[in-house]
């Protein structure tokens, strides 16, 4: 333990054994700590590690409450796991291979178990209790010997979707994906439902899919704590979380580049809500950053090749994924946009056999769900808890994947696009503006009557802003104040020109919507306009002039207080222009140092130079119309800034 990095979840050990029935299921995306928690619940109860336990726990808090635990099974159960990502369901298999293989995996086990636990059970001979041909005929015996020799076992089945995930995903062989469930399914979790609460006292099972949960599953008996409130943070990380491990695992970095690193993580890696209800206090639950992409980040913070690789995507998106999701890809108003703005409304679909994933290219609440359980969706912010996107992420993601099928069925628009953008890098920002103002008003009020900054930064990224773009730029904005207090900001977009004139272009993005218009015509905060009330705003915000407009109210909600709150437009206009003079100033000074402002960017690096900065303060209106301001003459710099990525 002294050479490792732990994140303390041992305080969930506490809650789990509080309940009467010790007999949990929980779904996570892949390469989100499932089997790490397995490997320390495994270590907490197993009989063989008590001479362990002050070195794995007396750190730790429930090292620091031990005796005090219901149940008091510390260190006395043995401790079986089956970890089904060995069942290999390689293509071309046939089911008697299949079914030799499946035997494997659970023996494979259960030798392990006899071995380690012989002395405990009368020194059995593995070969009268390991059958080759009938893996289930071994469970069997196994646990006939443990409950005659008077112990209980902890029994854990890590991924235990894992054999048919790949199945269910292609949805091209349902056959073996039957067969394979009636030996998951029926036989071994029916094995397993029969044995509990002897000699199967604890009961601890993880996956991805909730796959095998039809009407008549043994695994129905399990207490499903994947959106249970009190078990949000059982896997993946929170804010103090990844602030505390990368401050260790990243000790030889000044506190001030640390902070820019864990607001860089927050921007991409975090915004997953596995709970799509309030909880009973009112306190809203931590967003969860994926525990994966962010350890990936900090170990390319240690090989400087990699360092400024911000954009990545968890491996469970392959090409056959993107194949069965393209009715998701191909509609940005119907699907992306509602997704990425929060107000995405979709069941969730509670059950995944071969014959639900096979309507995900026509089913556009499976494709979702598939998506949610995959990690690339997420239940949005209260009071709707609706579907979202949950960081930068995955909303660049799914927009790359849009692009794809829009340069496809779409030149037309994406030449326009690429030509707008070109007139905006010739100090020309009308075409561009008006471009994206038309893509706005061909969408439903549902598509971006919500829409967000980082969808508007987003959107431009993916279709108009294409080349030497970098979003979420992080500087030290005011060095003479603290974190938390203005000290660090982020670019939206930081255009870098490739002009011979060197004016890179630095735009700072805002968005009213229309609610929170509607909200300030009515001059009523908490009434809710109807959908033909927000159809004829939008249809006077057309045709407003800017000054019009300019004249404007709007309410916006406040997450702390969950108040709305009023403002105008005016109001807005002022505090986003005097962000963005402070950003000018920042990157005009180059690298921010331990007392000055600056860059505090890997994906930048500033040579001397002189080059010169432009701003545009744009400004979407209820998603319907676009303001632009241009935030005065360019300023020069003495530096010349390169993209490094």
């Given at each position: 333990m002294a050479d490792m990095l732990v994140v303390d979840k041992t305080m969930y050990i506490e809650k789990l054994e509080a309940q009467r029935s010790y007999q949990y299921i929980l779904l996570r995306p892949r390469r989100w700590g499932k089997s790490t928690f397995v490997q320390m619940l495994a270590a907490y109860y197993d009989?063989?590690?008590?001479?362990?336990?002050?070195?794995?726990?007396?750190?730790?808090?429930?090292?620091r409450k031990a005796g005090s635990i219901p149940g008091h099974d510390r260190n006395a159960l043995l401790v079986l796991i089956f970890d089904f990502s060995e069942f290999n369901v390689g293509n071309g298999q046939t089911v008697a291979q299949l079914e030799a293989e499946y035997h494997r995996m659970i023996n494979r086990a259960l030798k392990a178990f006899l071995a380690k636990y012989g002395h405990l059970l009368n020194l059995p001979k593995p070969e009268a209790y390991i059958k080759p041909d009938d893996s289930i005929q071994s469970l069997?015996?196994?646990?006939?010997?443990?409950a005659k020799c008077s112990h209980r076992v902890f029994l854990a089945v890590d991924g235990y979707d894992a054999p048919v995930s790949s199945l269910l995903l292609s949805g091209n062989d349902e056959g073996k994906f039957h067969f394979i469930s009636t030996l998951i399914k029926d036989k071994f979790f029916?094995?397993?439902?029969?044995?509990?609460?002897?000699?199967?006292?604890?009961?601890?099972?993880?996956?991805?899919?909730?796959?095998?949960?039809?009407?008549?599953?043994?695994?129905?008996?399990?207490?499903?704590?994947?959106?249970?409130?009190?078990?949000?943070?059982?896997?993946?990380?929170?804010?103090?979380?990844?602030?505390?491990?990368?401050?260790?695992y990243l000790h030889d970095l000044p506190l001030q580049q640390l902070n820019a690193i864990t607001l860089q993580m927050r921007f991409w890696y975090n915004?997953?809500?596995?709970?799509?209800?309030?909880?009973?206090?009112?306190?809203?639950?931590?967003?969860?950053?994926n525990p994966r992409l962010v350890f990936e980040y900090l170990e390319m913070?240690?090989?400087?090749?990699?360092?400024?690789?911000?954009?990545?995507?968890?491996?469970?998106?392959?090409?056959?994924?993107?194949?069965?999701?393209?009715?998701?890809?191909?509609?940005?108003?119907?699907?992306?946009?509602?997704?990425?703005?929060?107000?995405?409304?979709?069941?969730?679909?509670?059950?995944?056999?071969?014959?639900?994933?096979?309507?995900?290219?026509?089913?556009?609440?499976?494709?979702?769900?598939?998506?949610?359980?995959?990690?690339?969706?997420?239940?949005g912010d209260p009071p709707s808890f609706w579907l979202k996107a949950p960081?930068?992420?995955?909303?660049?993601f799914m927009l790359d994947q849009a692009k794809h099928v829009v340069q496809q069925t779409d030149t037309e628009f994406i030449q326009a696009a690429a030509e707008s953008y070109g007139s905006f890098l010739r100090n020309n920002p009308t075409p561009l503006i008006d471009s994206f103002e038309r893509f706005l008003q061909q969408k439903s009020v549902r598509s971006v009557g919500a829409i967000t900054e980082a969808v508007i930064q987003n959107l431009l990224e993916a279709f108009w802003f294409t080349s030497s773009c970098l979003s979420g730029l992080c500087l030290v904005a005011d060095s003479t104040k603290q974190k938390g207090s203005g000290r660090f900001g982020f670019v939206d977009l930081f255009v870098r020109s490739s002009q011979a004139n060197r004016s890179h272009?630095?735009?700072?993005?805002?968005?009213?919507?229309?609610?929170?218009?509607?909200?300030?015509?009515?001059?009523?905060?908490?009434?809710?306009?109807?959908?033909?009330?927000?159809?004829?705003?939008?249809?006077?915000?057309?045709?407003?002039?800017?000054?019009?407009?300019?004249?404007?109210?709007?309410?916006?909600?406040?997450?702390?207080?969950?108040?709305?709150?009023?403002?105008?437009?005016?109001?807005?206009?002022?505090?986003?222009?005097?962000?963005?003079?402070?950003?000018?100033?920042?990157?005009?000074?180059?690298?921010?140092?331990?007392h000055t402002s600056g860059i505090l960017d890997d994906r930048v690096w500033c040579e001397k130079g002189s080059d010169s900065l432009v701003g545009h303060l744009v400004m979407c209106v209820g998603g319907t119309r676009l303001l632009h301001w241009k935030a005065g003459p360019p300023i020069l710099t003495e530096w010349s800034y390169k993209v490094v990525g």
């Open positions: 009989v063989e590690e008590a001479h362990r336990f002050e070195a794995y726990f007396s750190q730790l808090h429930i090292g069997n015996l196994i646990l006939n010997l443990v029916g094995v397993i439902k029969r044995r509990v609460p002897a000699p199967i006292c604890k009961y601890w099972v993880t996956g991805v899919l909730p796959a095998f949960r039809d009407v008549t599953s043994p695994l129905l008996s399990l207490t499903d704590i994947s959106t249970r409130p009190e078990y949000h943070g059982i896997c993946g990380l929170t804010q103090n979380e990844v602030e505390a491990y990368a401050q260790s915004g997953h809500i596995f709970c799509p209800n309030e909880p009973s206090d009112g306190v809203p639950l931590p967003s969860l950053f913070l240690k090989t400087p090749s990699g360092a400024s690789r911000l954009y990545q995507v968890n491996d469970v998106v392959h090409a056959s994924i993107l194949d069965a999701f393209s009715i998701v890809w191909g509609s940005i108003e119907t699907n992306l946009l509602p997704a990425m703005n929060g107000t995405l409304q979709i069941d969730l679909q509670p059950h995944f056999g071969s014959s639900e994933v096979a309507q995900a290219k026509t089913n556009t609440r499976i494709a979702w769900s598939l998506l949610y359980y995959l990690g690339i969706m997420t239940h960081n930068a992420t995955t909303r660049k272009t630095v735009v700072e993005l805002k968005s009213v919507t229309l609610l929170g218009l509607a909200k300030g015509a009515m001059n009523n905060g908490d009434r809710d306009p109807s959908a033909r009330e927000l159809e004829l705003l939008r249809q006077a915000l057309r045709s407003e002039s800017e000054v019009e407009l300019m004249e404007r109210e709007f309410f916006w909600y406040e997450k702390e207080t969950k108040k709305w709150r009023l403002s105008s437009m005016k109001t807005l206009k002022v505090t986003a222009t005097q962000q963005m003079v402070k950003y000018l100033e920042a990157l005009r000074l180059g690298h921010a140092t331990e």
